[in-house]
Structures are given as C-alpha cells and as structure tokens.
C-alpha cells in the first residue's frame, strides 16, 4: 500500500480544462525579415509593416485599396466576371476545383478588385491584385477587368493606379493569358493618347507576364521596400546563365539603382506620393 493516500476529492474548477488554455493562434507573426515575433494586432496597425524592421507584408487586395482610397469607400466594377475554365486544364488539382476553392476563400471571383473611388479627393480609378488567389495570376478575366478600367478611366477622364503582387500569367489558361498582355498594353496605349496619367505600384512579388505587360508601363513606376520584381525568377537565371546574381537581384532597391524604377517608397507614404505625382501630372 502507498505511503500516500488521497482521501478527499480534489478541488474542482468549474472551468473545463479546454477553456484554461491560453489561446493564443493566430496572435502573434514572425517577421521574415528580422525573424522577430511581432503582436498581430501592431501589424495590423501599421499596415502589416513589421514595427521592428520595416519588412512589407503582403497586403490583400481590398486592404490596399482601404490604404490609398479616401475613407476606405470605393465603388466595384465587374466583380461578377469569372473565368470559365477554357482548356479544362488539370495538373495536381482540376483548374476549376482551384477556382472554386480560392472563390469560396477570398470571397472574390478573380485575382484583381477594380475599383473607382477618391485618392485625397481626386477621382481615380484603382486595380489592385490579390496574391491570394491563385497566386495573383493574370488569366482572361483579370486581362479583361483591367482593360475595362482602363477604358473607363478614357471616357471618365480620370488618372488610373494599378498595384500589382503577382506570379505572371496563368498557365491554366495558356495561350488565352497570353493575350492580355498584348490587349493590356493596347488599351494603355490609348490611354497615353488620351494624355492621361498612369501609376504602377509593383509589390512583392511582380514576376513573369504582369511584369512584362503593364506593371512596367506606368508613366511612373514605383515599388514598395524589398519587393521582388523580375520576369523569371533568380534561381531560374542563375541555372541559366551559370553564375551567381549579385547581392539583392531583382529587389526594388536594386532595381531602382540600375534605372527600372521611379521610387521606392514605403507603405506609410505611398498614399501622399501618389497624390503629389497625380497633382504633378495633371496640373
């Protein structure tokens, strides 16, 4: 027989065990780039810019038009337009099984929200990609969306603003993605001729098809801090040409010291450089 005996109940709480656990998932964020823990709540705040380094998250599409337009109102344009699945095309998973998913996530029916809507009080019309879905692929819907903008920008007479955070062109769709870069570029080009003002916002990542259509098209292209922004990737390049990439390839910073960029300008000040770039170009 122990030497010990436990004669009484012990104490009970009348809270579960389940419930005394201190919840804490999904609170806190490791910072990539100083490898910090950052209180969720704090990034949220500042923009989901680290406190600690200034290291730029990613930012969803609706959350960076509630960044550059006034009092986070903004009126949506062709929202229903969803791409039909042209090719049936299946790798891993059927393209329309990821469709339906990256839908019934994002609550959006493609990876691009245009939007018109005031910037400090001047009327624009705004583009902003969503990573999210599908990896801010461009297919036909989002080709199709931003033509559209761009020709309601034309006959609005109203300056247009395209943020781009996207892998390229969607190889589900093939050829068909392809295409928007010729037709994206098209209506830029009647939108030089109606003498009106583009900005292109390039954020991480801006790669492939986009980069090569209108992300680098703007009359003034600017990049948030550290973006990665190329057509293929480093590793792609390196395997190809035999030799390592200097320190920072492909980042804003690098690119703006060898002549891609306009600026490099932080999350926090994008907002009143682009309306001081809007009063500048339409003067």
Request: with cysteine; aromatic share 8%; charged share 25%.
């Amino acid at each position: 027989m122990a030497w010990f005996k436990r004669d009484k109940d012990s104490i009970q709480s009348p809270v579960p065990p389940e419930e005394r656990r201190v919840r804490t998932e999904g609170m806190w964020e490791k910072c990539p780039g100083c490898r910090k823990i950052i209180w969720r709540k704090d990034l949220e705040s500042n923009w989901h810019v680290c406190t600690k380094c200034d290291y730029h998250f990613k930012l969803g599409a609706a959350k960076r038009l509630e960044l550059l337009l006034d009092d986070a109102r903004w009126t949506e344009h062709d929202a229903e337009l969803a791409s039909s699945d042209p090719l049936h095309f299946t790798d891993t998973r059927p393209y329309r099984q990821r469709l339906r998913e990256a839908r019934q996530k994002l609550g959006i029916n493609d990876a691009v929200i245009t939007a018109e809507g005031k910037l400090s009080g001047r009327p624009l019309i705004c583009c902003s990609m969503e990573f999210g879905f599908i990896g801010g692929s461009m297919g036909a819907v989002v080709g199709e969306k931003v033509t559209r903008a761009i020709e309601r920008a034309i006959a609005q007479r109203f300056p247009i603003v395209i943020v781009s955070c996207s892998g390229g062109a969607r190889m589900m769709e093939g050829t068909i993605s392809l295409m928007q870069l010729a037709k994206v570029s098209g209506a830029l080009a009647r939108l030089d001729d109606a003498r009106l003002p583009y900005i292109s916002v390039l954020t991480d990542p801006t790669t492939g098809g986009v980069t090569a259509s209108y992300a680098m098209l703007g009359d003034l292209n600017i990049a948030e801090p550290g973006a990665l922004i190329g057509f293929a990737g480093p590793r792609v390049i390196e395997q190809t040409i035999r030799q390592k990439l200097p320190e920072g390839f492909q980042r804003a910073e690098f690119l703006l010291q060898h002549g891609f960029l306009d600026a490099v300008v932080p999350r926090s000040r994008l907002k009143s450089y682009i309306a001081t770039a809007l009063d500048f170009f339409l003067a």
